[in-house]
């Protein structure tokens, strides 16, 4: 079956450090690509997504490129801020448009100032 | 400003209990969801609904059970509580089928079965 592979957490950085969350997937056909950011107390939040092959999706200074040939959708940011932390997560949808979502177990991150 | 949200926020039950758990949106978005979250499982799909009416089983539909008699409630229930059914619920809507569209979070709903 389709399933998303995350690197395990906690992850915790130094301010304006550089991130690098890992993400792989499996899944027949081919999927759209996501990240979703979930703030202590809070719901998940679209961060960023992409739809095909070689697209980067990128948000509030976090990017991620649709990469078919290693299946993979890392998530990147160039400089950390402590309000980065939260946990993020992956996800797949395989079936573009009828959006039911396959979620990482997710990667915790803090930032320490 | 529309939104999205679950009630309660926090529930204590015991086993064998009947439980629903609340879920509003004021999107008036087609579909919505149910999942839960635990440490290690990420968020599971449990039930979902593409319109009015309309009810379908996720990945971990086993002891919930949802119906949809208006656009914007999704109620999930669990008929007999269970000690493994502990963990913290979210809803989720999004617009339609023809094209993907974002998904929008409640809150959350932290369950606790003794």
């Known amino acids: 079956g389709d399933s998303v592979t995350q690197m395990e957490g906690p992850v915790t950085l130094s301010e304006e450090a550089f991130l690098t969350i890992n993400c792989t997937y499996t899944a027949t056909g081919y999927p759209s690509l996501f990240w979703y950011v979930q703030y202590p107390g809070e719901g998940l939040q679209l961060l960023l997504k992409a739809t095909k092959a070689d697209d980067k999706g990128s948000n509030k200074g976090f990017e991620a490129t649709y990469r078919k040939e290693t299946t993979s959708f890392h998530l990147e940011k160039g400089s950390v801020q402590v309000s980065d932390s939260a946990v993020y997560f992956c996800?797949?949808?395989?079936?573009?448009?009828?959006?039911?979502?396959?979620f990482g177990t997710g990667t915790r991150l803090t930032i320490i100032p | 400003d529309a939104e999205i949200t679950q009630s309660p926020r926090h529930k204590i039950t015991e086993t064998g209990r009947q439980v629903t758990l609340a879920c509003h949106q004021t999107?008036?978005?087609?579909?919505m969801f149910w999942y839960r979250q635990d440490l290690g499982h990420g968020l599971r799909l449990i039930h979902y609904?593409?319109?009015?009416?309309?009810?379908n089983k996720g990945e971990v539909s086993d002891g919930y059970s949802v119906s949809r008699s208006n656009t914007e409630d999704l109620p999930l229930t669990l008929e007999s509580a269970a000690s493994s059914q502990t963990s913290v619920y979210f809803c989720?809507?999004?617009?339609?089928?023809?094209?993907?569209?974002?998904?929008?979070f409640g809150p959350g709903t932290r369950l606790t079965v003794l």
């Open positions: 989720a809507s999004s617009e339609s089928l023809s094209d993907y569209n974002e998904q929008f």
């Open positions: 999107w008036n978005h087609n579909n």
């Open positions: 996800a797949l949808t395989l079936n573009f448009g009828n959006e039911k979502l396959t």
């Open positions: 609904s593409y319109g009015v009416h309309d009810t």
